[in-house]
């Protein structure tokens, strides 16, 4: 997924952003060999990346160091070793960024007995916005405007998520940094929220949005940066990501009422690499190298043979399971 620079490459110096997928050529933020520990906790680890216009996603699981990241990106949390620049400045030295540069956290960050537009007002006094409309506008965007003049510590996790966006929006920032801002958000505001980024990072705003939900990021992000335990594990588009977790083994549980026809038909499938009987679990344990295939499979399988499916559950497929996969 990152291919090193050879030494006898002549351009292995001049064009970076054309050799590693992890820099881009217009960047907007420029992350290089970045550590950042707290004690004895390593949190980020000679990191080296960089973000520009558009809709980046970082993907990782919990505890990856994604957090972290951000914060030193905006200036909240210092670096011990490297740098980080946004447009060319130092976030946390420079005060001028931070008129174009915004966070939403993923932790609580209103105060309470506020309104949300008595909210979204106040981050636009602070930040001299001249247009009164201006918090309204950034409510209208993330459908919250009807329910303005309630008090934010009423709304449901979603609803707070929205209102921080707004804050956020209100400031029209160029560079927009979101911690998980999908959390607690229902199918619906998942889809409007993840059209708003789409659209924001179209008109050449620098977007950087995190999540553990792979499929989250595939929706929102046509370029993914990997972390795991604080280092880069893989960055690229998310279709190569999606192919390279696609490609590390899986074992998947399924349950039909005739496992003994249904194992015979899967060994010959060409996805499939092994198939044992679980008695703890009554069902199939059918390992995968293409899951994608193993998937278009099963029912059509099932279907000829006549078996009734009565689950089919993947072992192993949790994001951490699949980073871990990417490190090794």
Same mark, same amino acid.
């Given at each position: 997924?990152?291919?090193?620079?050879?030494?006898?490459?002549?351009?292995?110096?001049?064009?970076?952003?054309?050799?590693?997928?992890?820099?881009?050529?217009?960047?907007? $933020?420029?992350?290089?060999?970045?550590?950042?520990?707290?004690?004895?906790?390593?949190?980020?680890?000679?990191?080296?990346?960089?973000?520009?216009?558009?809709?980046?996603?970082?993907?990782?699981?919990?505890?990856?160091?994604?957090?972290?990241?951000?914060?030193?990106?905006?200036?909240?949390?210092?670096?011990?070793?490297?740098? $980080?620049?946004?447009?060319?400045?130092?976030?946390?030295?420079?005060?001028? $960024?931070?008129?174009?540069?915004?966070?939403?956290?993923?932790?609580?960050?209103?105060?309470?007995?506020?309104?949300?537009?008595?909210?979204?007002?106040?981050?636009?006094?602070?930040?001299?916005?001249?247009?009164?409309?201006?918090?309204?506008?950034?409510?209208?965007?993330?459908?919250?405007?009807?329910?303005?003049?309630?008090?934010?510590?009423?709304?449901?996790?979603?609803?707070?998520?929205?209102?921080?966006?707004?804050?956020?929006?209100?400031?029209?920032?160029?560079?927009?940094?979101?911690?998980?801002?999908?959390?607690?958000?229902?199918?619906?505001?998942?889809?409007?929220?993840?059209?708003?980024?789409?659209?924001?990072?179209?008109?050449?705003?620098?977007?950087?949005?995190?999540?553990?939900?792979?499929?989250?990021?595939?929706?929102?992000?046509?370029?993914?940066?990997?972390?795991?335990?604080?280092?880069?594990?893989?960055?690229?588009?998310?279709?190569?990501?999606?192919?390279?977790?696609?490609?590390?083994?899986?074992?998947?549980?399924?349950?039909?009422?005739?496992?003994?026809?249904?194992?015979?038909?899967?060994?010959?499938?060409?996805?499939?690499?092994?198939?044992?009987?679980?008695?703890?679990?009554?069902?199939? $344990?059918?390992?995968?190298?293409?899951?994608?295939?193993?998937?278009?499979?099963?029912?059509?399988?099932?279907?000829?043979?006549?078996?009734?499916?009565?689950?089919?559950?993947?072992?192993?497929?949790?994001?951490?399971?699949?980073?871990?996969?990417?490190?090794?």
């Amino acid at each position: 997924m990152r291919p090193d620079p050879q030494p006898n490459d002549p351009g292995a110096a001049d064009s970076p952003a054309e050799l590693d997928p992890a820099f881009v050529a217009d960047a907007t $933020v420029e992350v290089r060999g970045v550590s950042v520990w707290f004690g004895p906790k390593v949190a980020l680890s000679e990191l080296s990346c960089s973000f520009g216009p558009g809709v980046s996603g970082l993907l990782g699981p919990n505890g990856a160091g994604k957090t972290t990241l951000m914060r030193a990106i905006t200036g909240l949390v210092g670096v011990n070793e490297g740098s $980080v620049l946004v447009e060319g400045r130092n976030p946390r030295r420079d005060r001028e $960024v931070h008129y174009g540069l915004v966070l939403v956290p993923e932790d609580e960050a209103v105060p309470p007995g506020l309104t949300a537009s008595q909210f979204v007002r106040y981050i636009a006094d602070l930040h001299q916005v001249t247009d009164r409309g201006a918090p309204d506008a950034a409510l209208h965007e993330v459908d919250l405007l009807d329910v303005g003049d309630r008090r934010v510590d009423t709304f449901s996790k979603g609803m707070r998520q929205r209102t921080k966006i707004a804050a956020a929006l209100v400031c029209d920032p160029q560079v927009l940094v979101l911690d998980e801002p999908l959390n607690g958000a229902d199918p619906v505001q998942r889809a409007h929220l993840i059209a708003l980024f789409r659209r924001l990072g179209a008109t050449g705003r620098t977007v950087i949005v995190s999540s553990h939900v792979l499929n989250e990021v595939e929706r929102m992000a046509e370029r993914v940066i990997v972390l795991v335990h604080g280092r880069l594990a893989a960055a690229g588009g998310h279709r190569a990501i999606r192919d390279t977790m696609d490609d590390t083994p899986r074992h998947v549980l399924v349950r039909c009422d005739d496992g003994r026809r249904l194992a015979a038909a899967l060994v010959g499938v060409t996805a499939v690499t092994g198939v044992t009987f679980d008695p703890k679990r009554d069902g199939l $344990v059918v390992q995968t190298l293409q899951a994608r295939e193993l998937a278009a499979a099963l029912p059509r399988l099932a279907k000829a043979g006549s078996i009734r499916l009565h689950e089919v559950r993947p072992l192993d497929d949790s994001l951490e399971s699949l980073f871990r996969e990417l490190v090794r």
